[in-house]
């Protein structure tokens, strides 16, 4: 099923935002914050999930921590160590030989800020893959390039989506690397560019690795036909000087 893109409510575009920064914080409570952002430093995104957790359950085991970080046992430890040397946690005994993990004062302060930090860079992320993504919009509607694939799977797409309802374009599908994912942001995804036809132009998606992505999707589409948003970095010959490249976009 193609998905034809239309201009929505303004209450509905307020909402994708929402959506969008409760998911790049790491969970779907705009009060949360997990470790998988991508313009803080690992530090500071380890420390503010760790921060989350154990205001949200001073029980939590420090494996469960971990899980929820995504990081191993001793990472884990070795953060919380920290914290508390800093006095930003507090550590008591609970009963069946546990324990319990509370925020002090300084270490609630330490929590707002990292969380105002990252929603102000979430937000200018936010702005610019909307100004951008517009622009390569506006780019495929003067090619008439209506039927249009994303290129990897991320936080991108769904920028990408709501910018896309304020032009007459199909959004195909997205291609992402894992053949489980059936949808993403509202479109049939799959691992297999052939199996979608007459496409007319692709826009990266992958924020983890977008010059990669760009390589693999030559293989299958005219790399004119290929876009990327200018803060992504592609570039279309990787040989040439960093101050050379020039990123493929509008």
């Given at each position: 099923?193609v ?13 994708v935002f929402?959506?969008f ?5 790491g ?5 949360k914050t997990?470790?998988?952002t ?12 760790l921060?989350?957790?154990?205001h ?5 085991s420090q ?5 929820d970080?995504g990081?191993a046992?001793?990472?884990?430890n ?12 507090k ?6 030989n546990?324990?319990?993990?509370y925020l002090t ?15 102000s860079?979430s937000?200018?992320l ?7 993504s517009a622009a390569?919009f ?5 090619n ?6 994303f ?14 309802r304020?032009?007459?374009?199909e ?6 690397h894992?053949?489980?994912i059936n949808g993403?942001?509202?479109?049939p995804?799959?691992s297999?560019?052939?199996t ?10 992958d ?13 299958y589409y ?6 990327a948003a200018?803060?992504l970095?592609?570039v279309?010959?990787?040989a040439?000087a ?9």
């Open positions: 099923m998905y034809k893109a239309k201009k929505l409510p303004l209450f509905i575009n307020v909402s929402l959506t920064l409760a998911r790049s914080i969970c779907t409570d705009l009060s997990k470790a998988n991508s313009e803080m430093d690992n530090e500071a995104k380890i420390t503010l999930g921060l989350n957790m154990v949200d359950n001073a029980q939590a494996r469960s921590m971990a899980d970080l990081i046992l001793g990472l884990a070795a953060y919380l160590k920290r914290c508390v040397k800093k006095g930003l946690i550590i008591s005994h609970a009963p069946a546990r324990y319990a993990y004062p300084q270490g609630f302060s330490e929590k707002g800020r990292l969380t105002a930090e990252f929603l860079q937000l200018n936010f702005r610019h893959a909307r100004t951008q390569l506006d780019q495929c509607q003067r008439n390039w209506q039927r249009i694939v290129f990897g799977a991320s936080d991108l797409n769904e920028i990408f989506t709501l910018s896309a304020d032009y007459d374009i959004l195909l599908a997205v291609i992402t894992s053949s489980s993403y942001a509202g479109l995804a799959t297999d560019p052939t979608i036809k007459d496409v007319d132009a692709v826009i990266i998606c924020i983890s690795d977008p010059q990669g992505a760009f390589e693999e999707a030559r293989r005219p790399e004119e036909r290929i876009l200018k803060f970095g592609v279309k010959n990787m040439m960093p101050d050379a490249n020039e990123a493929i976009s509008s």
